[in-house]
């Protein structure tokens, strides 16, 4: 009987059985073409950022003190081709009250490297996040914050995403 | 020294959504021979967790924090090389699709001889040999003759120990079983929790099991640990924890379990969705759930405290009872208002014992 190792029927990098597979490794898709990476190759640069369309938008302007922001943040491909962009993190997008991103003066725990936000041919991705009104402060503590007029802002995580219009802000007013 | 020590382990993921944290500062210990349950929602993390102990996870997760520590030895800091000799060896897993963790296209016993191989000094009759007495000591009948048997010529519960075979191809000294009877019916789940529970009788391997079935915990753990959104939140022994649980997304689990003779319409459940880990509630994560939320939950996040002395969890023995909630810091103006009804049924005469808190160290 043929064992385990003398088939090159699959793919085996080592002989643990435990060992997790490789990624990327049996997709089936070898032969087929990688049509998101062609169109990375051809595509200038400049082009890549002004394909994605950024808008972020709350479900109402006005909100009672402590009511709950649902805020909606939309990117969009405008071109009938994939689309591939750089970003500073794996962390690929961002959003932030008054400059608090992700609503914490908490720094979180994300890597420094850098990573791709992809997107189909004219893809639209949406997502969505509750804000309470309240703000991180310390590990484990929030604040509620105090009426106001406050920004919202949602942004592709680079450091040049204002610039390259990769970025969108909305108001909202806290009323007592 | 316990033989597993995880501290702080922080797992996350990264999806166009956000970053997901799906295991999120959790710490515990297993010592040998200690069955200890990981219970909690479809979603809490509990099988992030476990395969972080193994170093399995894949892209586009990782491990960004924390320690886990076998024998003394930061899993962490291994080389590939090191961690393949530990795998297998010392630390093994049973997955919960057994139907998935064999390869189709080999026969079992081969399957289960390449793990002994794998990690031994051994000859292919010696292999094949050990095989078979694995396949014996799970409970497969006329194991010489199952040996050369396809995984589709196995029912789904001989699957299952097949795949237990494999975990203990090397005696390892720690079993981590993923849902290990899940999609089985119950009698072949009944055989397979009595196989463990022989295997952690008979030898001195601890057992780490994640399942959502707290009925399978109470038969077979010694401790419980409770996940919920990637925390633990809450710890104890497993007839502590179903005698007098703390927290209220433990009594709520424990609310759900079908009683036959329940005269209720309707079965129990937490309310409301579990929470996204993108982008989880303020303060503590089971606020938005729990029916004695106040304010002050939404504003902070409660450590994991001794339920009595409120020291918090690491500076505390492994078989003292701990809870994340604010109720034991003293931050709860109302308090839990729970009952526990424990119901024993002898010779056909039921007696019930009541239990009433109202208010935090308030006697029964």
């Known amino acids: 009987m043929k064992r385990i190792y003398d088939s090159t029927a699959l793919e085996r990098t080592d002989d643990d059985p435990f060992a997790p597979e490789r990624s990327g490794g049996d997709d089936g898709g070898s032969r087929a073409i990688d049509w998101a990476a062609v169109s990375h190759a051809f595509a200038p640069r400049a082009l890549r950022h002004r394909a994605i ?25 405008r071109l009938p081709f994939p689309i591939r962009i750089r970003t500073d993190s794996p962390e690929r997008w961002h959003w932030t ?12 725990m994300v890597p420094d490297r850098p990573a791709a936000f992809s997107f189909g041919r004219n893809e639209r991705k949406r997502f969505r996040r509750r804000w309470p009104q309240r703000i991180q402060v310390a590990d484990d503590e929030w604040e509620l914050v105090d009426p106001g007029s406050y920004v919202i802002d949602a942004r592709v995580t680079r450091d040049d995403a204002s610039d390259r219009g990769l970025a969108a802000r909305s108001e909202i007013e806290i009323v007592d | 020294m316990a033989l597993l020590e ?10 166009d959504d956000g970053v997901v944290r799906a295991v999120d500062g959790i710490s515990y210990e297993i010592r040998a021979g200690e069955t200890v349950g990981l219970v909690g929602e479809s979603g809490a993390g509990k099988s992030v967790a476990s395969l972080a102990l193994l170093r399995l996870i894949r892209s586009p997760g990782e491990i960004v924090g924390g320690q886990i520590r076998f024998d003394g030895r930061n899993l962490l800091e291994c080389t590939d090389r090191e961690l393949r000799d530990l795998r297998g060896n010392d630390i093994a897993m049973v997955f919960q699709d057994a139907d998935a963790a064999l390869n189709p296209v080999y026969t079992v016993g081969e399957q289960i001889a390449e793990a002994v191989r794998a990690h031994g000094d051994v000859t292919d009759a010696e292999a094949r040999d050990r095989a078979i007495a694995l396949l014996e000591r799970v409970g497969i009948p006329e194991p010489a003759t199952r040996y050369a048997d396809y995984p589709h010529e196995f029912s789904g519960g001989m699957q299952q120990r097949v ?16 849902e290990p009877t899940t999609g089985l019916d119950v009698t072949v789940q009944a055989g397979i929790l009595e196989l463990l529970a022989e295997l952690a009788r008979e030898s001195d391997t601890a057992i780490q099991l994640v399942t959502h079935d707290l009925g399978i915990v109470a038969e077979l753990c010694d401790r419980v640990l409770v996940q919920y959104a990637g925390e633990i939140v809450e710890r104890a022994p497993v007839e502590e924890l179903y005698y007098d649980p703390k927290h209220p997304y433990t009594v709520g689990l424990l609310a759900s379990i079908p009683r036959l003779g329940a005269d209720s319409d309707r079965l129990a459940t937490v309310p409301g969705p579990t929470p996204s880990l993108v982008d989880p509630p303020t303060g503590c994560r089971f606020h938005p759930r729990c029916p004695y939320a106040e304010p002050a939950c939404a504003r902070r996040h ?9 020291t918090p969890a690491a500076d505390d023995d492994p078989g003292a009872h701990l809870a994340a909630c604010l109720e034991y810091t003293g931050d709860l103006e109302d308090g839990l ?28």
């Open chain 2, 163 to 178: 795949v237990i075979a494999m975990a203990l191809a090397c005696d390892p000294a720690l079993l981590v079983c993923d």
């Open chain 2, 6 to 15: 995880v501290e702080d382990l922080t797992v996350q993921f990264y999806t």
């Open chain 2, 302 to 310: 409660p450590p994991l405290v001794e339920t009595d002395s409120e």
């Open chain 2, 337 to 364: 208002d729970y009952e526990v009804l424990v119901r024993n049924e002898t010779d056909g005469e039921s007696h019930e014992r009541e239990r009433e808190r109202t208010e935090r160290g308030e006697p029964e």
């Open chain 1, 53 to 77: 369309a950024v808008s972020v938008s709350t479900d109402e302007r006005r909100y009672a003190h402590g009511e709950p922001v649902e805020i909606t943040v939309e990117f969009r491909n």
């Open chain 1, 97 to 108: 009250v008054d400059g608090h991103r992700n609503a914490s003066q908490v720094p979180r």
